[in-house]
């Protein structure tokens, strides 16, 4: 894991928040696989930060290299909780077995190439106090350049929104634009604000609120599970916020894991969340007929970039 240079901002070790004192303890879930050179330095965020109490790393699989260093840095750290030795049960299950492992009252989900900005967990831990529950809060994603991300906010995803999205369609007429998924090209609010769907990079919940809804669906094995969890949310009655003070700058790329596996198996997710969300008979066959296809366009993606 060698060190990369800082994107946007530096981590920087700052002053809890006095609204903060008497506040909700934290713990940070990471969840590792072959995660490449941004691991060190999202560590490194991670305990620079005053308001993270502890930190669970879940390390579905490592270089040899990469596990020792994981190994020192719990040994050398009483915050860092460090489990090993299940091999890799999927991003999902990695999760829920992270938040189990965890004590902190509040659970915040990072990716292993994300770096916290310096305020990022007190926003996330202000803005979720006093919500309805349950309530899940999701950060602004950068890019290294300083740009917004897509997929920090989203509108609702359905199998429809996903066509007219991807396809561009939904850019192409006024009429149309209800169906764009994506809204990191619009304004950015000043406070937190609903939105259907946020990134799975970055967000807290209770761990209160992440129990009543059972968690991480460990159906599927990577990618789409933050989709899943931030409507079973909504289903429940709760709030799911999109927090434009909360940042992170999420790297990506940096996996070791070959990218055509990445895709097939965010369409396979995809697909299981289309069929899950499927009510009627009628919808549940077209949602059915149309796995192979959306498995086969996710797939698709990354060879028709190159």
């Known amino acids: 894991m060698n060190s990369i240079a800082a994107p946007v901002l530096a981590a920087e070790a700052v002053a809890a928040p006095e609204f903060l ?20 330095r999202s560590l490194a965020c991670v305990l620079a930060d005053p308001l993270v109490d502890q930190l669970v790393v879940v390390d579905n699989g490592s270089t040899p290299v990469e596990a020792e260093r994981l190994r020192a840095l719990a040994a050398g750290d009483r915050r860092v909780v460090l489990k090993t030795g299940h091999g890799n049960i999927g991003f999902a299950r990695g999760a829920n077995l992270g938040a ?19 305020g990022c967990v007190a926003a996330l831990a202000r ?3 006093g919500r309805a529950s349950p309530c899940l809060v999701g950060g602004r994603v950068l890019n290294a350049d300083g740009t917004e991300q897509r997929g920090a906010r989203r509108g609702e995803i359905t199998p429809l ?55 991480f669906d460990e159906g599927y094995f990577l990618h789409v599970e933050d989709v899943d969890l931030c409507w079973r949310v909504r289903q429940a009655g709760g709030e799911v916020l999109f927090h434009p003070k909360a940042e992170v700058v999420h790297i990506g790329g940096t996996s070791q894991t070959s990218p055509l596996k990445v895709e097939f198996h965010k369409g396979v997710g995809l697909a299981r969340y289309f069929r899950k969300r499927a ?16 498995i086969l366009a996710a797939v698709a993606r990354p060879l028709l970039r190159r």
């Open 161 to 215: 929104s996903a066509v007219m999205s991807m396809s561009g369609l939904a850019r192409l007429a006024p009429a149309w634009a209800r169906y764009e998924v994506h809204w990191e090209g619009e304004s950015l609010p000043d406070a937190a604000v609903a939105a259907p769907t946020i990134s799975g990079a970055c967000f807290c919940m209770r761990r209160e609120d992440f129990d009543q809804v059972g968690g």
């Open 279 to 294: 009510e009627s008979p009628g919808q549940k066959a077209a949602a059915w007929a149309l796995s192979p296809l959306v």
């Open 21 to 40: 004192s008497a506040r909700r303890t934290v713990s940070v879930v990471m969840v590792v696989y072959m995660t490449g050179e941004a691991l060190e």
């Open 100 to 118: 189990a492992s965890a004590s902190g009252e509040l659970l915040v989900f990072l990716n292993p190439d994300a770096f916290l900005q310096p």
């Open 127 to 129: 803005e979720i106090e």
